[in-house]
């Protein structure tokens, strides 16, 4: 069987003897794959012609939306996926984290378009002010790159990997090439082919090439963005591709590392924690038969808790069951083919120069189940320990992609610490303790070396998501050795396929440019109240200048005794001695409350509630005999969703209020949200 390419639209056959494709679990030959070159070229121009243009045209929402219809239809079909998923050696467990997990990240990024405008564009940060009387300022906006996102990916989580990347570009609006591990990409092929026949996706959004990736990188721009996932070797000489470095290309690598898990001082045996430590270690090690880029690969535990642990974990062990995924008494499949499994054992062999081979063997396994151990790549799981981890160095230079891992002894936190930031950059460090001040230390003192820092305890346990499950709204990636990359991190991962762009003038013409109000910028008063229009009738700009008020000492003591605010700066004139103030001060809150009731319109219309407020500052004091007055100005509409077909249709509107005095001069500045009818609903 042919395992085909999905290229410009079309499955093609390759014209090669092709890559052969293995049974993990049997064996057996599934099929090939393409073992020469495809049309990169072509590839990337069509994406760029066809699939560019009509993404960029959606806004983040629609966007947003059609990842959540993708993600409705992979749910609904991913059953199918499981039987494939245990030809790759994983078990069901496994397979749930690879094929739910991957379908959850596209639901999760579907839902993170409600925190974009429903616009094209993103406009970030805050406005700068660049002249002394405010006719010149600068924003910035982040556009949609008008390239492509070429993801080359691991064997390890065929579908996940595409996935939590898609995912991100698309939101983006920027399509996708998926080089999927000549080891594993039949399962993502069959995902990818239900994808392709839904129609979601506006055509060309994602091409697949299943075999070798050789010219892949030829013929990127500065345009595209490229990210890999595997090897940290391999990653480095990709990123130092003579394309990447002179076009200047995005490059994004998220690498195996030595990830690190610490037993805290106060863990000793017979506490929760010491068991938590123990069943996170083997949960690690045999999940995917530990072919995970997350997996602890060094445990570092107080010295005079080594054999505690080392016959704690080797029962945990012996108790895992071993063989062919399909059968349910199985908890650890086999390695992704028996190449995998001769390179582990040669990454064993080096390991056992630096460290003592406590539990499992790498060349005889016993027990398998409803599988012929010497056609499968199955391994038994091998725990070492390292007597001297500061002189022997091999545990924080050499990864056996496996079931392996190593036990390390600390004297004090400081050591363990030392330890655990050995490893050069990993993408993950837990530490298992029940101590805030140990929890504190180690994050503080940790975190430049890893990626994220998992702290666990009995409180969280139940509900923790582990130490090797990167969650969709954080970053994924780990400096140094990790690869120096962030993957997903919520909208963090959607700006990196966007280009950020300073853009200055006058606020009025950077507020046409952003459609976000900005100070200064052009106010247009109309004969119908704000509140009066609809949604869709409102225009950013359109502002409401009310009428003004003088405020009293009476004001300022019945706001106080209303509100049960008595603050001496508000009521007693004799304590104003040292502060700020030149008498008893008008209440912020007062300030705030007197303008909504002058810019209020009170017969009933379209705005269906106050929904909040964004920002609130009181930039002067207002004394009684002062004056003021209210601009209420449309600074920004945000779009909302229909939950259900009775659901209101309704959106967001954003308005500055600038509460200023007799002399002109703001005295405080808010951002207030309304909720707004529609047209269709009145």
């Not at 996170?280 to 690969?297: H, L, N, S």
């Not at 545990?395 to 655990?420: M, N, Q, R």
């Amino acid at each position: 069987m042919q395992i085909t390419n999905y290229i410009q639209g079309k499955w093609v056959e390759h014209k090669d003897d092709g890559l052969p494709q293995y049974n993990a679990v049997t064996g057996e030959l599934i099929g090939t794959t393409n073992s020469k070159p495809v049309d990169y070229q072509g590839m990337l121009d069509y994406a760029r012609k066809t699939a560019g243009p009509a993404l960029r045209k959606m806004t983040f929402h629609e966007r947003g939306r059609m990842l959540k219809s993708l993600a409705l239809h992979l749910h609904g079909i991913r059953k199918k996926y499981y039987p494939l998923s245990f030809q790759t050696g994983a078990t069901k467990a496994d397979s749930w984290v690879d094929i739910d997990g991957g379908i959850g990240t596209l639901f999760a990024y579907a839902s993170l378009r409600k925190k974009f405008p429903n616009e094209t564009y993103y406009v970030d940060g805050e406005t700068v002010g660049l002249s002394k009387g405010g006719t010149f300022i600068g924003h910035h906006i982040m556009v949609p790159k008008p390239g492509v996102a070429i993801h080359i990916n691991a064997f390890n989580f065929p579908i996940w990997g595409m996935l939590e990347k898609v995912s991100v570009n698309l939101l983006a609006g920027v399509p996708a090439i998926v080089k999927a591990s000549e080891l594993s990409s039949f399962l993502t092929r069959a995902m990818v082919k239900d994808i392709a026949e839904s129609g979601i996706l506006p055509e060309g959004s994602l091409q697949l090439v299943c075999g070798t990736g050789e010219g892949i990188l030829e013929h990127v721009t500065y345009q595209d963005v490229v990210t890999f996932t595997g090897s940290a070797s391999t990653g480095k000489k990709l990123r130092a591709h003579p394309r990447i470095l002179s076009e200047g290309v995005p490059f994004n690598l998220e690498a195996d590392s030595l990830n690190a898990a610490v037993l805290g001082p106060d863990a000793k045996p017979g506490t929760p924690e010491f068991d938590l430590f123990v069943k996170e270690v083997r949960r690690e090690m045999t999940t995917k038969a530990g072919q995970k880029c997350t997996a602890i690969r060094r445990a570092i535990v107080p010295e005079g808790l080594i054999e505690d642990v080392q016959l704690a974990l080797s029962a945990q062990l012996k108790k895992t069951t071993i063989g062919d995924p399909n059968d349910e008494r199985v908890r650890m499949g086999s390695l992704v083919s028996r190449s995998q499994l001769e390179e582990v054992r040669r990454r064993v062999e080096e390991l056992k120069k630096a460290s003592r081979l406590v539990y499992g063997d790498p060349n005889e396994i016993e027990g398998v189940i409803g599988a012929d151990a010497e056609k499968g790549a199955f391994i038994s799981p091998m725990l070492f320990i390292n007597d001297d981890p500061f002189k022997n160095q091999e545990t924080h230079t050499v990864e056996a992609f496996g079931p392996v891992s190593t036990l390390l002894p600390y004297k004090d936190l400081g050591e363990a610490i030392e330890l655990a930031n050995m490893g050069k950059g990993s993408l993950v460090s837990t530490i298992v303790t029940n101590d805030p001040k140990v929890a504190r230390e180690y994050a503080i003192e940790s975190a430049p070396y890893h990626g994220r820092i998992h702290v666990l305890n009995e409180a969280c346990a139940k509900e923790s998501t582990g130490h090797g499950s990167p969650m969709p709204m954080l970053v994924h990636g780990g400096p140094g050795r990790a690869g120096g990359g962030e993957e997903m991190g919520g909208m963090r991962g959607v700006f990196h396929y966007l280009q950020r762009t300073a853009i200055q003038g006058h606020p009025s013409m950077v507020t046409a440019m952003t459609n976000v109000f900005q100070y200064g910028g052009e106010q247009k008063e109309k004969p119908v109240h704000v509140f009066r229009k609809h949604f869709e009738e409102l225009e950013i700009g359109d502002t409401v200048v009310t009428a003004r008020h003088t405020v009293t000492e009476g004001d300022i003591n019945n706001f106080a005794n209303l509100s049960g605010d008595h603050f001496y700066a508000h009521v007693d004139a004799t304590s104003l001695e040292g502060t700020i103030f030149e008498g008893k001060v008008a209440h912020g809150y007062y300030i705030l409350s007197k303008a909504a009731g002058l810019f209020v319109e009170p017969k009933k219309g379209p705005v269906l509630l106050n929904y909040g407020i964004d920002e609130c500052r009181f930039t002067k004091p207002v004394y009684p005999g002062m004056t003021i007055g209210v601009k209420l100005t449309v600074k920004e509409k945000v779009d909302q969703e229909k939950r259900s077909e009775d659901d209101i249709a309704k959106g967001i509107v954003k308005y500055l209020v600038d509460v200023y005095d007799e002399t002109g001069e703001t005295v405080a500045l808010a951002i207030i949200l309304t909720m707004v009818k529609k047209l269709d609903q009145s």
